[in-house]
């Protein structure tokens, strides 16, 4: 199962729009952080597994760089838990 290009770019617009990084008390939306569409493309890959599988395996492949590009972490380690759940929702609609 994968998105039309139009799908894809709706669901792009959905993470930006409400996803966020957590960093300190700071919320760092995606789509300021240039990373809505890998995780848009990320959970396209996987949306034939469900929601919750495609949400939770995209956060951890999508690599997030911080201090320079010297480190990467998995955007799971960045998003509050909150957050998986809201992607989930909004993969929910997508994988039926």
């Given at each position: 199962?994968?998105?039309?290009?139009?799908e894809l770019?709706?669901?792009?617009?959905a993470?930006?729009?409400?996803?966020y990084?957590?960093?300190a008390?700071?919320?760092?939306?995606l789509?300021?952080?240039?990373?809505?569409?890998?995780?848009?493309?990320?959970?396209?890959?996987?949306?034939?597994?469900?929601?919750?599988?495609?949400a939770r395996?995209?956060v951890e492949?999508?690599q997030?760089?911080?201090?320079g590009?010297?480190t990467?972490?998995?955007?799971?380690?960045?998003?509050?838990?909150?957050?998986l759940?809201?992607?989930?929702?909004?993969l929910?609609?997508y994988?039926?």
């Amino acid at each position: 199962m994968t998105l039309s290009s139009e799908e894809l770019k709706d669901l792009q617009l959905a993470i930006a729009d409400r996803l966020y990084m957590q960093i300190a008390s700071w919320h760092l939306y995606l789509g300021d952080a240039g990373l809505a569409e890998a995780l848009a493309l990320e959970c396209n890959a996987r949306l034939a597994q469900g929601a919750n599988v495609a949400a939770r395996q995209a956060v951890e492949s999508v690599q997030v760089e911080v201090a320079g590009g010297n480190t990467r972490l998995p955007l799971a380690r960045l998003m509050p838990t909150g957050q998986l759940f809201d992607l989930e929702e909004i993969l929910d609609p997508y994988c039926r």
